[in-house]
C-alpha cells in the first residue's frame, strides 16, 4: 500500500464529466473532485467552465492543461465575438479547442466536451478527447469515471428528453460514476443552456441516491455508544 | 468634379491642403473608365462582380478565397460575407497607407449567401466598405443607381432581379460611345441552391431579349 504521497504532484482531475443534448438546449454535469496521486487536493472543484454567454465546456484530465485550454479559448472567443458583432456558436468553440488540442498533442493531456446553445443549430454536444479529434454527439461521457457509464447510456440514453428529465439522468449518471470511481466524488454540478439562458445547479452528497451496498451517510460510530439500542454493533 | 492636385498627388502617403488624397480618388477613377457591373440583392438572392483593373481584380479575388479558407480552417465554419467584406476592405485600405505600395484599381461587388440569408456588400478603392440593396461601379453607375433605385428588390426574386438588371444594363449602353458589349451574370440565391453559379444560359437568354424589346419600346415612343 502506497503510503508516501507526494503532495507535489501535478493535479490530475479524476473525473466523471457529461454532456446530453435535450429537446431545447443541453445540459452538462461533472463531480467536484481534484486529486493529487492519492490525496483529494479540491473536493469541491467546479469543472464546468464558461467560454462565451452560451458555452461551457467540461474539463478532465490535467487540471492545470485543461485550465489554459480553457483561457486560450476564452480569449479568441471574446475576439471572434466582437469582429462577428453577434455571439459564438458553439461549433466554432469546439472547433478552436480542437485545433489547440491536436496541434499540441505531445504536450497535453485533457479531455474535454463543449456544450452550447446558438440560433442557429439550436443545443449542440462536441467531444474533444486526448488525441484532439472533434466528434458531435447527441451525448458525450469522459473522463476516468466514464467507464462506468457506458452500458447505462446504451440502455437508459433516448432523444427528445425534456429538461428536467435530461438534468435528472444526468445527475444520476454522475453519481453511478461517483459511486464506483476512486478518482471521482464530492459533488454533483449541471449547468442547463438553451435559448433562455444558462441556469447553474449544485447537488451535494447527501441528496444524492444510494446505490447497491453503498451506506446510509453516519455523522460518528460514536453516536451508537450513546444510542439507547440494546445491540450497538449491529449495523 | 475632376480636379488636379498638382503637387499633392505624388504619392499616396500625402494629403492635399483640402484633405484629399489624391492618389486613391485617381484609383478610383480607373474604376470609373471600366464597363458598369450592377449587383442587387432581391428576396432570395443576389444577383452580380469585378469592375476596373482586371489583374487587380484578380489579386482581390484571390485574397478572398484565401481569407475564406482561412477562416474555415480556424473556426470550422464557412466565412461569414460581413466578415469576408470587412477583411477585403481592410487588405484594400492597407494598399492605401504605404508609400511603396499603390492603390487597388479596382472596385469590388461582393455578393453571398451565409446563414444570416444573401447579403450584398461593396468595396471601393479606398477600403470603404458598406453593406447594400443595390450597388453599381463603373461607366454608367451612376445612371444605373438611378435605375436601380425604381426598383422594388424586396418584392423581386431573383428570377425577376436577372431580367431587370439585363435592361438596365442594356438602356445605360451608349451605341454611339461606347463599344460593343458582352453581358455576363451570375447569382446566389434559392434557386441556385445557395452556390454561386453563372446565370443559367437560357435565364440569361430570355433576360437579354426581354432587354432587347424594352429598349424597342422606348426608342418606339
Same mark, same amino acid.
Given at each position: 500500500?502506497?503510503?508516501?504521497?507526494?503532495?507535489?504532484?501535478?493535479?490530475?482531475?479524476?473525473?466523471?464529466?457529461?454532456?446530453?443534448?435535450?429537446?431545447?438546449?443541453?445540459?452538462?454535469?461533472?463531480?467536484?473532485?481534484?486529486?493529487?496521486?492519492?490525496?483529494?487536493?479540491?473536493?469541491?472543484?467546479?469543472?464546468?467552465?464558461?467560454?462565451?454567454?452560451?458555452?461551457?465546456?467540461?474539463?478532465?484530465?490535467?487540471?492545470?492543461?485543461?485550465?489554459?485550454?480553457?483561457?486560450?479559448?476564452?480569449?479568441?472567443?471574446?475576439?471572434?465575438?466582437?469582429?462577428?458583432?453577434?455571439?459564438?456558436?458553439?461549433?466554432?468553440?469546439?472547433?478552436?479547442?480542437?485545433?489547440?488540442?491536436?496541434?499540441?498533442?505531445?504536450?497535453?493531456?485533457?479531455?474535454?466536451?463543449?456544450?452550447?446553445?446558438?440560433?442557429?443549430?439550436?443545443?449542440?454536444?462536441?467531444?474533444?478527447?486526448?488525441?484532439?479529434?472533434?466528434?458531435?454527439?447527441?451525448?458525450?461521457?469522459?473522463?476516468?469515471?466514464?467507464?462506468?457509464?457506458?452500458?447505462?447510456?446504451?440502455?437508459?440514453?433516448?432523444?427528445?428528453?425534456?429538461?428536467?428529465?435530461?438534468?435528472?439522468?444526468?445527475?444520476?449518471?454522475?453519481?453511478?460514476?461517483?459511486?464506483?470511481?476512486?478518482?471521482?466524488?464530492?459533488?454533483?454540478?449541471?449547468?442547463?443552456?438553451?435559448?433562455?439562458?444558462?441556469?447553474?445547479?449544485?447537488?451535494?452528497?447527501?441528496?444524492?441516491?444510494?446505490?447497491?451496498?453503498?451506506?446510509?451517510?453516519?455523522?460518528?460510530?460514536?453516536?451508537?455508544?450513546?444510542?439507547?439500542?440494546?445491540?450497538?454493533?449491529?449495523? | 468634379?475632376?480636379?488636379?492636385?498638382?503637387?499633392?498627388?505624388?504619392?499616396?502617403?500625402?494629403?492635399?491642403?483640402?484633405?484629399?488624397?489624391?492618389?486613391?480618388?485617381?484609383?478610383?477613377?480607373?474604376?470609373?473608365?471600366?464597363?458598369?457591373?450592377?449587383?442587387?440583392?432581391?428576396?432570395?438572392?443576389?444577383?452580380?462582380?469585378?469592375?476596373?483593373?482586371?489583374?487587380?481584380?484578380?489579386?482581390?479575388?484571390?485574397?478572398?478565397?484565401?481569407?475564406?479558407?482561412?477562416?474555415?480552417?480556424?473556426?470550422?465554419?464557412?466565412?461569414?460575407?460581413?466578415?469576408?467584406?470587412?477583411?477585403?476592405?481592410?487588405?484594400?485600405?492597407?494598399?492605401?497607407?504605404?508609400?511603396?505600395?499603390?492603390?487597388?484599381?479596382?472596385?469590388?461587388?461582393?455578393?453571398?449567401?451565409?446563414?444570416?440569408?444573401?447579403?450584398?456588400?461593396?468595396?471601393?478603392?479606398?477600403?470603404?466598405?458598406?453593406?447594400?440593396?443595390?450597388?453599381?461601379?463603373?461607366?454608367?453607375?451612376?445612371?444605373?443607381?438611378?435605375?436601380?433605385?425604381?426598383?422594388?428588390?424586396?418584392?423581386?426574386? &431573383?428570377? %425577376?432581379?436577372?431580367?431587370?438588371?439585363? =435592361?438596365?444594363?442594356?438602356? +445605360?449602353?451608349? *451605341? /454611339? !460611345?461606347?463599344? #460593343?458589349?458582352?453581358?455576363?451574370?451570375?447569382?446566389? &440565391?434559392? %434557386?441556385?441552391?445557395?452556390?454561386?453559379? =453563372?446565370?443559367?444560359?437560357? +435565364?440569361?437568354? *430570355? /433576360? !437579354?431579349?426581354? #432587354?432587347?424589346?424594352?429598349?424597342?419600346?422606348?426608342?418606339?415612343?
Amino acid at each position: 500500500m502506497d503510503l508516501e504521497m507526494n503532495l507535489n504532484a501535478s493535479h490530475s482531475m479524476g473525473t466523471t464529466i457529461i454532456g446530453v443534448t435535450y429537446n431545447g438546449g443541453v445540459v452538462l454535469g461533472a463531480d467536484s473532485r481534484t486529486s493529487t496521486g492519492m490525496y483529494v487536493a479540491n473536493r469541491a472543484s467546479d469543472k464546468i467552465t464558461q467560454l462565451t454567454d452560451n458555452v461551457y465546456v467540461c474539463r478532465s484530465g490535467s487540471a492545470a492543461d485543461s485550465q489554459i485550454v480553457s483561457d486560450y479559448i476564452r480569449y479568441f472567443l471574446h475576439q471572434h465575438t466582437i469582429q462577428l458583432g453577434q455571439s459564438a456558436t458553439s461549433k466554432v468553440a469546439a472547433n478552436l479547442i480542437r485545433l489547440l488540442s491536436y496541434n499540441n498533442k505531445n504536450m497535453l493531456e485533457t479531455g474535454l466536451i463543449v456544450g452550447g446553445w446558438d440560433k442557429y443549430e439550436g443545443g449542440k454536444i462536441y467531444a474533444i478527447p486526448l488525441g484532439g479529434t472533434l466528434i458531435e454527439q447527441p451525448f458525450a461521457i469522459g473522463g476516468s469515471g466514464s467507464s462506468y457509464l457506458y452500458g447505462f447510456f446504451d440502455q437508459a440514453w433516448k432523444e427528445g428528453m425534456t429538461k428536467d428529465e435530461a438534468e435528472q439522468f444526468v445527475v444520476k449518471a454522475v453519481s453511478l460514476a461517483i459511486a464506483r470511481d476512486g478518482a471521482s466524488g464530492g459533488v454533483v454540478r449541471t449547468v442547463i443552456i438553451n435559448s433562455e439562458g444558462v441556469t447553474r445547479n449544485f447537488y451535494p452528497s447527501d441528496k444524492l441516491q444510494l446505490w447497491h451496498e453503498e451506506l446510509e451517510p453516519q455523522n460518528s460510530l460514536l453516536d451508537l455508544l450513546n444510542s439507547s439500542s440494546p445491540e450497538p454493533m449491529n449495523i | 468634379m475632376s480636379s488636379i492636385g498638382t503637387g499633392y498627388d505624388l504619392s499616396v502617403t500625402t494629403f492635399s491642403p483640402d484633405g484629399r488624397v489624391f492618389q486613391i480618388e485617381y484609383a478610383s477613377k480607373a474604376v470609373d473608365n471600366s464597363g458598369t457591373v450592377i449587383g442587387i440583392k432581391c428576396k432570395d438572392g443576389i444577383v452580380m462582380a469585378v469592375a476596373g483593373l482586371a489583374a487587380d481584380g484578380r489579386q482581390i479575388v484571390a485574397r478572398a478565397k484565401s481569407e475564406a479558407t482561412s477562416y474555415q480552417s480556424v473556426y470550422g465554419e464557412p466565412i461569414p460575407v460581413k466578415e469576408l467584406a470587412e477583411r477585403l476592405a481592410s487588405y484594400v485600405h492597407l494598399c492605401t497607407l504605404y508609400w511603396w505600395l499603390r492603390p487597388f484599381g479596382c472596385g469590388v461587388i461582393l455578393g453571398g449567401y451565409d446563414r444570416d440569408g444573401p447579403q450584398l456588400y461593396m468595396v471601393e478603392p479606398s477600403g470603404i466598405s458598406y453593406r447594400y440593396f443595390g450597388a453599381a461601379v463603373g461607366k454608367g453607375k451612376q445612371a444605373a443607381k438611378t435605375e436601380i433605385e425604381k426598383l422594388k428588390l424586396s418584392e423581386m426574386t &431573383c428570377r %425577376e432581379g436577372v431580367i431587370e438588371v439585363a =435592361k438596365i444594363i442594356y438602356k +445605360l449602353h451608349d *451605341e /454611339a !460611345k461606347d463599344k #460593343a458589349f458582352e453581358l455576363e451574370m451570375s447569382w446566389v &440565391c434559392d %434557386e441556385s441552391k445557395q452556390q454561386h453559379q =453563372k446565370v443559367p444560359d437560357d +435565364l440569361l437568354e *430570355e /433576360a !437579354k431579349a426581354a #432587354a432587347r424589346i424594352a429598349l424597342e419600346e422606348m426608342d418606339a415612343d
